[in-house]
């Protein structure tokens, strides 16, 4: 209870104090253990913690000032109000790249072409503060120039779009067209189809090409379309379960009733080293929870004590089986 | 309203890649759904409850208990459970301290349903966020401010910041801090929040 309680503020403190102490400075183990500790100690403290974190990382966006003012001010506490800020908007050619074990500004005069290998994420961030996050085995590329547009060629990209109220942002993907209206949504492409599902705002979804049988959609939150070379279908999905398809950004699998076989499927995207299934009556198998999606050893065990399957290992894949 | 997903590491700062923290489903959940509601948190605590000073406290406690319910399982509107575990919250107080906040009585129903109203357009406000942090990062004392630009901004690690500014480990330590402290105060209750204009 809190009454009679002045500790919130103390709690923020701390919070303050570890997340600046994780992101700036040597960690070892025994940070690590203290850390920890300091994390299980009470629900306050995560939620302290899970609060200035998000505050720091929020804050990392200002980079994109950075391009802005290559130059530093030689005093940079001098003149607070010239801090300028929306000059950058139109510099919308310039893309600031953070990849998983790199850390890099350039310039992109340029098409650009971003590429994650098998179990890979890459973020990237335009100049104008539209966010993407490329899932493993993807490949994205981004016109040069100041034109807001981006093919997804392979894979699957989260978006989350700064609306700038004149140049729409649009990506492609399997001869269809996403045009955004300031939102996030999620497109992923397999074999000639493309998913959209967005989770904000609205998006727009139509042919490439304007052939007549083909129609366009207009997807709102929860709406998640399909579009093949048959055409596009749309369908009304709650948001949470939209979002729970981006689990990956933080490296996770979540499921809930869904198949082995598709389950299966899914860690296969993640990794090069393949989880297989014997027979296929063993693929209905439902199964629910959130797995790391770079551990299909952990994943093959917990399904294994589940549904009493047995594990061979064949060379560097997995086969289940009854 | 604001948008941040991160709820683990930070990407862009791989100098200590053993710091690991698992983030679940229901941390994630937390910053991306209630976090952004705490400028309309903060308004409907401060209609009703008079003690100022409690009110840190009572958000700590509000957050704690929408998080530990989440861990059971996740609401399916954010927003309605945030503003009903506030006003059960401000009701257990009030029973508590023997104190009749007579406002709050009459009102906590039709505040909560306004507050709702007022949501502020998410696709405006995303727009603001890079505005609101660079207010945010204004009202920090000079000191602090700079500490946050070398960090944030310029990526330095904490042993470059203290060289740059001239102080020690230490110090960089505090003045981050507090600088991230206050940041977060401000960035999540901005002014410019379409929320506050009542």
Redesign the interface.
């Known amino acids: ?3 009679g ?5 103390d ?3 701390a919070a ?2 570890w ?11 025994t ?2 253990a203290e ?1 920890d500790a300091w ?1 299980t100690e ?3 403290n ?21 391009q802005q003012q290559p130059m ?1 001010r030689a005093n ?2 001098a003149n ?1 109000g010239s ?1 300028r ?2 000059r950058f908007v139109a510099a919308a050619a310039i893309v600031a790249v ?1 990849g ?2 790199s ?1 890099s500004y350039f310039r992109a005069p340029s098409d650009n072409t971003y590429v994650t290998p098998v179990g890979g ?1 890459k ?1 990237i961030t335009l100049a104008d ?1 539209t966010r993407i996050e490329l899932n493993t085995d993807s490949a994205l590329r981004i016109r040069g120039g100041a034109v807001r547009q981006v093919a997804l060629l392979r894979g699957e990209a989260y978006f ?1 779009v ?3 109220g004149v140049d729409p942002f649009a990506v492609t993907a399997n001869g269809y067209r996403i045009t955004d ?4 949504f999620l497109v992923r492409t397999s074999t000639n189809l493309v998913r959209v599902s967005v989770l ?2 609205s998006a727009a979804v139509t042919p490439v090409s304007g052939q007549k049988a083909q129609r366009s959609a207009l997807l709102l939150p929860g709406d998640v379309a399909v579009a093949n070379v048959g055409g596009l279908t749309v369908k009304k999905e ?1 948001v ?1 379960s939209v ?2 398809a ?2 990956w ?4 699998l ?1 499921f809930k009733d869904t198949q082995l076989a598709d389950a299966i499927a899914e860690f296969n995207r993640y990794n090069t080293r393949k989880l297989h299934l014997a027979d296929a009556e063993v693929g209905h198998l439902k199964i629910n929870g ?1 797995f790391q999606a770079e551990n299909a050893d952990v994943f093959a065990t917990s399904v294994q004590e589940l549904f009493g399957l047995r594990i061979s290992k064949n060379g560097a894949d997995t086969t289940l089986s009854n | 309203m ?15 890649r ?4 698992t ?3 229901v ?6 759904e209630v ?1 952004p509601l705490e400028s309309l948190l903060m308004q409907y605590l401060r209609r009703n409850w008079r003690d100022r ?2 009110l ?6 509000v ?2 208990r929408v ?2 319910a989440a861990r059971e399982e ?1 609401p ?1 509107s954010a927003k309605s459970f945030l503003f009903r575990t506030a006003r059960n919250h401000l009701i257990d ?1 009030s029973r ?2 023997n104190i009749v906040p007579i406002d709050a009585a009459v009102d906590f129903e039709s505040v909560a349903i306004e507050s709702e109203a007022l949501s502020p357009d ?3 406000a ?2 603001q ?3 609101r ?2 207010h945010a ?2 009202k920090l004392p ?2 602090q ?2 500490a ?2 070398l ?5 330095f ?3 470059e ?1 203290a060289t740059r500014m001239g102080i020690t ?1 230490a110090a ?2 505090i003045h ?3 600088a ?2 206050a ?2 105060d401000h ?2 209750r901005d002014q410019t929040d379409p929320g506050r204009r009542s």
């Open positions: 209870m809190t009454e309680c002045r500790c919130a503020s709690v923020d403190l303050a104090d997340v600046q102490r994780r992101h700036l400075w040597t960690w070892m183990d940070d690590q850390f994390l009470s629900d306050a995560r939620v302290a913690y899970l609060r200035q974190n998000a505050v720091w990382s929020a804050a990392g966006r200002l980079n994109a000032l950075r530093r940079p506490t607070p801090w800020l929306l953070v998983v074990s850390f994420r973020i503060g989350d700064q609306h700038n209206l300031g939102t996030k904000e705002g709650p949470a979002a729970t981006l689990s950004r933080h490296g996770l979540t959130t | 604001v948008e941040f997903l991160d709820t683990g590491r930070d990407p862009t700062d791989l100098r200590n053993g710091a690991e923290m983030v679940s489903e941390d994630a959940w937390f910053v991306r976090l000073s409690d840190e406290d009572i958000r700590q406690e957050y704690v998080y530990r996740i399916t107080l508590q301290s998410c696709t405006v995303a727009r966020e890079l505005v942090l660079q990062l204004e000079p000191r401010r700079e946050v630009e960090a944030r901004i310029e990526g690690s904490g042993q910041i480990r960089v330590s981050l801090k507090h991230l402290h940041l977060s960035f999540l």
